[in-house]
Nanobody, 124 residues
Framework: QVQLVESGGGLVQAGGSVRLSCAAS????????MGWFRQAPGKEREFIGG????????SSADSVKGRFTIFRDNAKNTLYLQMNTLKPEDTAVYYC?????????????????WGQGTQVTVSS
């Protein structure tokens, strides 16, 4: 069982930056590939990007490439999402998820554990 807790969300102006954290309870955190997703009101949950269990490679959605960076610190059991040059359309609830695999997936159904989400609101 893995518990995930996101933090770092809030209100930010367009063009600003925010770093989200996802703290995992499991001592086996490094055995999980991780993903970040977001969900805006009235929309489906969207894959932002993922990272392998070793943090060597990442993948990200076209809408955030060049602006968002995913990284992890296995010693701290923590996943991060650095978001720069934020836009109003980035407003959403952001979720981290853990997958019992070495590689991340774009599909929500392939993740075993989810955090409760953290709200990010970008004002214009």
């Amino acid at each position: 069982q893995v518990q995930l807790v996101e933090s770092g969300g809030g209100l930010v102006q367009a063009g600003g930056s925010v770093r989200l954290s996802c703290a995992a309870s499991a001592r086996t955190f490094m055995r999980y590939a991780m993903g970040w997703f977001r969900q805006a009101p009235g929309k489906e949950r969207e894959f932002i990007g993922g990272i392998t269990w070793t943090g060597v490679s990442t993948s990200s959605a076209d809408s955030v490439k060049g602006r968002f960076t995913i990284f992890r610190d296995n010693a701290k059991n923590t996943l991060y999402l650095q978001m720069n040059t934020l836009k109003p359309e980035d407003t959403a609830v952001y979720y981290c998820a853990a997958r019992s695999s070495s590689s991340p997936s774009r599909l929500t159904s392939e993740y075993n554990y989810w955090g409760q989400g953290t709200q990010v609101t970008v004002s214009s």
